[in-house]
Structures are given as structure tokens and as C-alpha cells.
Nanobody, 127 residues
């Protein structure tokens, strides 16, 4: 499994922006999919955004489409999540995830498609 370390979380007011980073312990080109998930207290972990390391195809949860952007810097082995126009409902622990397997249909924001996880970084959005 690849080691993943997230950073960039914090507390922001509603309408603000945060950029999360996730550094991988190996070349991201050796991975197939990277993504971000989040989990709020009392709720299940949900997919937020994913990106294919080859080609850069992205997919987003409906709740963040148009507000969040996932990107990948293969030279730095780092994936980012730019979060804009944040809402209190976006408050959660955000987890980075990665996988090496090839998936029919490409990368999707579902937990079963990822077998490496970071420790998480907290994002709190105040109203």
C-alpha cells in the first residue's frame, strides 16, 4: 500500500476556500486512481472527487460539483482538492485515497475502489 499524508485543513467561514494536499510515498504515475473522501460525525464516509493518474479524468459528487476541483501534480506525487464557496455542510474529516488497480469504467468516488488511505485532515466551516 502507498502511504498518504494529507495537509491543509482548518476552520473557515461559510463562503471561504481551502486547499487540501495529499503527498504520496511513491510515484503517482504508478497508481491508477487518487481521490478525496469525507466523513462527518455520525455519517458514513462518502466520495468527494477522484482523478485518474493517467489522463486526468475527474469525477465529483453532485454536492460539490462546480465548487471543488481535484488536481494532480505527478512531478510532486501530490493530489490537491481546491474547495471554494464552502458551506457548513462541507465540514468533515477529509481523507485522501489511492489505488493501483485498473477499473472498468474508470475511477469512481466509491470506497471499494481504493485500498490506501491517509489519516485525514479536518475541515470546519462556520456559518
Amino acid at each position: 500500500q502507498v502511504q498518504l499524508v494529507e495537509s491543509g485543513g482548518g476552520s473557515v467561514p461559510a463562503g471561504g476556500s481551502v486547499r487540501l494536499s495529499c503527498a504520496a510515498s511513491e510515484f503517482t504515475k504508478r497508481l491508477t486512481c487518487m481521490g478525496w473522501f469525507r466523513q462527518a460525525p455520525g455519517k458514513e464516509r462518502e466520495g468527494v472527487a477522484v482523478i485518474a493518474t493517467a489522463g486526468g479524468n475527474t469525477r465529483y459528487a453532485d454536492s460539490v460539483e462546480g465548487r471543488f476541483t481535484i488536481s494532480l501534480d505527478n512531478a510532486k506525487n501530490t493530489v490537491y482538492l481546491q474547495m471554494n464557496t464552502l458551506e457548513p455542510e462541507d465540514s468533515a474529516m477529509y481523507y485522501c485515497a489511492a489505488d493501483r488497480r485498473l477499473w472498468t469504467g474508470g475511477c469512481r468516488p466509491i470506497m471499494s475502489q481504493f485500498n490506501s488511505w491517509g489519516q485525514g485532515t479536518q475541515v470546519t466551516v462556520s456559518s
